[in-house]
């Protein structure tokens, strides 16, 4: 029979349904807490509030090592060898990053979220390096760009509610 490759059998340009999906739901604990930090008004310090914006803070810093974790995968699977070291160093650095931020959050939670939503909206240039280097799936920027600002912007905003 013929070649069974997954680009034979898919649109390869196409963000798959599954990815666009479970993507934008990654965004809801963010959308969720800032809403309700926004909805409690004259009241943003009771613990309600205050609990959901400490939980959304620490789930965009797992997001954001989470990503770390595809370009460490990716640099383990796909880079050259002359790539891998480099990626392989770029990847660790949204880990320490969110370290550094579960840190401060309780006592600095402006500065943060703050420093969260950057970085968090400055992955798509590592994913672009990856994307230019054919080490993703051609569509691979059509969902990492708007998760990526939506998710930056959320934080931010967050931590500005907070402040």
């Known amino acids: 029979m013929g070649d069974d490759r997954v680009e034979d059998r898919v649109d390869v340009e196409r963000v798959p349904l599954a990815a666009a999906m479970l ?3 990654g965004l809801l604990p963010l959308i969720l807490a800032l809403f309700i930090r926004l909805a409690s008004g004259v009241y943003p310090d009771t613990p309600v509030p205050i609990v959901l914006g400490g939980l959304a803070l ?19 699977t796909r880079a050259t060898p002359e790539q891998m070291p480099r990626l392989m160093g770029i990847a660790i650095v949204p880990s320490l990053v969110a370290w550094l931020v579960v840190g401060l959050a309780w006592d600095f939670p402006a500065t943060a979220s703050t420093t969260l939503g950057v970085t968090i909206a400055l992955t798509p240039l590592v994913d672009r390096w990856l994307a230019r280097h054919g080490l993703v799936p051609a569509w691979w920027m059509k969902l990492r760009l708007p998760l990526s600002l939506a998710l930056g912007a959320l934080t931010l905003g967050l931590g500005f509610s907070l402040a």
């Open 23 to 25: 993507g934008a739901a």
């Open 58 to 76: 620490s789930y965009a810093a797992l997001i954001l090592s989470f990503l770390g974790g595809i370009w460490w995968g990716v640099a383990a």
